[in-house]
């Protein structure tokens, strides 16, 4: 592609998506449908790079019911070209997926741009298993059997309230660098984030969506990135409307805290009934509440004062960690209490002990998921997933599923794999960071660089009051543990109460894959739904966001 096409705005054909299309019936074919077929190879390597600047897509034509409604749209699944901002030349050919309703005036309609964490891992895995038109039954929290899979529509899509974008990052998907770029030169929290703003910047433009309602949704690490993509937008020009954080981890220091992993503990002793505590609690809420009032108090002292036998505060906690646990005293006092401890293989203590007595270990991303023990409840990143029960729960099946989905229905064909989970990405990212203040703040005690984020997203609310933000967590999500995210937000730098109202936190009996639950799926979507509506409808604060988009847009063009 030469530069001048790549650089009229919405003139690229390929891209643009929210055209009327005449044919909303559902079927596959339809006379407007465009197949597309890429022979480029898209190495997922860190030395890997493409030498073709083409923005392709495949584009289908479907129809979906949601709430009684049926809703016609259009899939657009291929590439756009990134451009690196000092140069203006082409540095990433960035694979995605939109569905856009058809019909509609873009200005009024909102669109929210998707990514899963990793880092390293692509957005197949929220595509497939969230608010998509379409996504995979699977039959959490037992173990999906083998092919053959069926795809069906999502009634709690959120089509019904936003156009969605899925983002694969560099390296995943068919993502990769422009030469004479390379894969590596996007693999860290800065890097990644750049090039994502780029990135929603070409799809605004090619699309004509500048003035769209926007938002984010991004799991796990993508919790993170959403704090330093949402500032960088903002500091660009890009104002959002909302972010949706599922599964948090905004502050790497606090990974492993037992006063924040202790709640997601106690509820999946509750799950499996192995707590001590009587009577028996009924509700999970009401519990895991009363579970955190005691971590952030008498357990943390008793953490701290452990192994003092004058303390006298020391065996009432211990008796009370015991009930909220279900683990015996004795092996809790071999842990020095400590819950969320490991042993020198890097298992979970607490993972590999609970249903010892059955030969079975839970799994970290799900607690209510369990496998047979050979060792891996292991000391999991909120990263690729590797072999925790949970991911091999679904992983054979979103393979499977995907690619027929993006050949058969989508259209989209190509002879390079798929890249769903990049390891060498998560191996090879910088985790430094420098945040709004100018300051690398993640140092841990070592003088290690972990990452914090919390910052960042302080820092765009209080720019942006307008900025509603929704935080998502799963009860039994040992990965991201739900109460560590609610410490790690009353923590942040955010004094302005009425900024703060914009943050609400909400709960779900589910994993760190909240979504793979049916009804904690169904309970998120009202959630988001709530959110969307509230945004919607506040037109005197979507008339402001885009006067300070407009301000920054101009300020940035007078630099």
Same mark, same amino acid.
């Given at each position: 592609?030469?530069?001048?096409?790549?650089?009229?705005?919405?003139?690229?054909?390929?891209?643009?998506?929210?055209?009327?299309?005449?044919?909303?019936?559902?079927?596959?074919?339809?006379?407007?449908?465009?197949?597309?077929?890429?022979?480029?190879?898209?190495?997922?390597?860190?030395?890997?790079?493409?030498?073709?600047?083409?923005?392709?897509?495949?584009?289908?034509?479907?129809?979906?019911?949601?709430?009684?409604?049926?809703?016609?749209?259009?899939?657009?699944?291929?590439?756009?070209?990134?451009?690196?901002?000092?140069?203006?030349?082409?540095?990433?050919?960035?694979?995605?997926?939109?569905?856009?309703?058809?019909?509609?005036?873009?200005?009024?309609?909102?669109?929210?741009?998707?990514?899963?964490?990793?880092?390293?891992?692509?957005?197949?895995?929220?595509?497939?298993?969230?608010?998509?038109?379409?996504?995979?039954?699977?039959?959490?929290?037992?173990?999906?059997?083998?092919?053959?899979?069926?795809?069906?529509?999502?009634?709690?899509?959120?089509?019904?309230?936003?156009?969605?974008?899925?983002?694969?990052?560099?390296?995943?998907?068919?993502?990769?660098?422009?030469?004479?770029?390379?894969?590596?030169?996007?693999?860290?929290?800065?890097?990644?984030?750049?090039?994502?703003?780029?990135?929603?910047?070409?799809?605004?433009?090619?699309?004509?969506?500048?003035?769209?309602?926007?938002?984010?949704?991004?799991?796990?690490?993508?919790?993170?990135? #959403?704090?330093? /993509?949402?500032?960088? $937008?903002?500091?660009? &020009? =890009?104002? *959002?409307?909302?972010?949706?954080?599922?599964? %948090?981890?905004?502050?790497?220091?606090?990974?492993?805290?037992?006063?924040?992993?202790?709640?997601?503990?106690?509820?999946?002793?509750?799950?499996?009934?192995?707590?001590?505590?009587?009577?028996?609690?009924?509700?999970?809420?009401?519990?895991?509440?009363?579970?955190?009032?005691?971590?952030?108090?008498?357990?943390?002292?008793?953490?701290?004062?452990?192994?003092?036998?004058?303390?006298?505060?020391?065996?009432?906690?211990?008796?009370?960690?015991?009930?909220?646990?279900?683990?015996?005293?004795?092996?809790?006092?071999?842990?020095?209490?400590?819950?969320?401890?490991?042993?020198?293989?890097?298992? #979970?203590?607490? /993972?590999?002990?609970? $249903?010892?007595?059955? &030969? =079975?270990? *839970?799994?970290?991303?799900?607690?209510?998921? %369990?496998?047979?023990?050979?060792?891996?409840?292991?000391?999991?990143?909120?990263?690729?997933?590797?072999?925790?029960?949970?991911?091999?729960?679904?992983?054979?099946?979103?393979?499977?599923?995907?690619?027929?989905?993006?050949?058969?229905?989508?259209?989209?064909?190509?002879?390079?794999?798929?890249?769903?989970?990049?390891?060498?990405?998560?191996?090879?990212?910088?985790?430094?960071?420098?945040?709004?203040?100018?300051?690398?703040?993640?140092?841990?005690?070592?003088?290690?660089?972990?990452?914090?984020?919390?910052?960042?997203?302080?820092?765009?609310?209080?720019?942006?009051?307008?900025?509603?933000?929704?935080?998502?967590?799963?009860?039994?999500?040992?990965?991201?543990?739900?109460?560590?995210?609610?410490?790690?937000?009353?923590?942040?730098?955010?004094?302005?109460?009425?900024?703060?109202?914009?943050?609400?936190?909400?709960?779900?009996?589910?994993?760190?894959?909240?979504?793979?639950?049916?009804?904690?799926?169904?309970?998120?979507?009202?959630?988001?739904?709530?959110?969307?509506?509230?945004?919607?409808?506040?037109?005197?604060?979507?008339?402001?966001?885009?006067?300070?988009?407009?301000?920054?847009?101009?300020?940035?063009?007078?630099?």
């Amino acid at each position: 592609m030469n530069d001048k096409t790549q650089s009229n705005g919405g003139k690229s054909k390929p891209a643009a998506s929210g055209k009327k299309s005449k044919s909303g019936n559902g079927k596959h074919r339809s006379p407007n449908d465009q197949p597309c077929f890429d022979p480029t190879a898209y190495g997922n390597g860190p030395d890997d790079f493409v030498t073709d600047m083409t923005e392709n897509a495949a584009i289908t034509h479907h129809a979906i019911q949601i709430g009684g409604a049926a809703i016609a749209y259009t899939a657009t699944a291929g590439h756009l070209v990134t451009v690196d901002p000092s140069s203006s030349q082409p540095n990433a050919k960035i694979f995605y997926v939109a569905f856009t309703k058809d019909g509609v005036q873009a200005q009024d309609r909102a669109v929210t741009f998707f990514y899963n964490g990793g880092p390293g891992s692509s957005s197949v895995f929220v595509l497939l298993g969230s608010f998509a038109p379409k996504r995979i039954k699977t039959s959490m929290p037992g173990f999906t059997p083998p092919a053959p899979y069926t795809l069906e529509d999502n009634p709690d899509s959120l089509l019904d309230k936003s156009d969605l974008v899925f983002i694969n990052p560099v390296g995943t998907g068919y993502s990769a660098a422009i030469a004479p770029h390379h894969n590596r030169d996007f693999w860290g929290v800065d890097q990644d984030a750049e090039s994502l703003k780029q990135f929603i910047k070409r799809y605004l433009s090619a699309n004509d969506r500048w003035n769209s309602p926007k938002f984010l949704f991004g799991e796990s690490y993508g919790t993170a990135r #959403s704090c330093v /993509l949402a500032y960088r $937008l903002h500091e660009d &020009g =890009v104002d *959002l409307n909302g972010i949706t954080l599922q599964s %948090s981890i905004l502050d790497y220091t606090q990974s492993g805290n037992p006063v924040g992993a202790l709640p997601t503990a106690a509820a999946d002793a509750w799950y499996h009934k192995r707590l001590s505590v009587k009577p028996a609690p009924k509700d999970l809420q009401t519990f895991v509440a009363q579970v955190a009032q005691f971590s952030r108090t008498d357990y943390r002292v008793a953490l701290e004062k452990f192994p003092d036998p004058k303390n006298s505060a020391i065996p009432a906690a211990l008796k009370k960690l015991s009930q909220f646990t279900g683990i015996d005293t004795q092996t809790l006092e071999a842990w020095n209490l400590d819950i969320a401890a490991y042993d020198s293989r890097g298992n #979970s203590l607490f /993972l590999t002990t609970l $249903l010892k007595d059955k &030969g =079975v270990a *839970l799994g970290s991303y799900d607690g209510r998921v %369990s496998a047979i023990d050979t060792g891996i409840a292991g000391n999991i990143d909120p990263n690729a997933g590797g072999n925790d029960p949970t991911m091999t729960a679904v992983s054979g099946v979103y393979t499977a599923m995907w690619n027929s989905y993006l050949n058969e229905t989508l259209k989209f064909r190509t002879n390079s794999s798929f890249t769903d989970l990049n390891d060498q990405a998560f191996k090879n990212w910088d985790f430094s960071h420098i945040d709004p203040t100018g300051a690398q703040k993640g140092v841990d005690a070592q003088g290690n660089i972990v990452l914090y984020t919390a910052g960042d997203l302080a820092a765009v609310m209080a720019l942006n009051p307008d900025l509603r933000v929704l935080s998502a967590n799963g009860f039994y999500d040992f990965v991201t543990p739900f109460y560590q995210t609610v410490i790690d937000l009353q923590m942040m730098p955010l004094v302005d109460q009425k900024v703060r109202n914009n943050l609400s936190a909400r709960f779900y009996p589910s994993g760190h894959m909240v979504y793979l639950d049916g009804a904690s799926r169904t309970a998120l979507k009202a959630d988001l739904a709530k959110l969307y509506q509230s945004a919607a409808a506040d037109r005197p604060a979507i008339a402001r966001i885009r006067a300070l988009q407009h301000v920054k847009t101009m300020g940035t063009m007078h630099h």
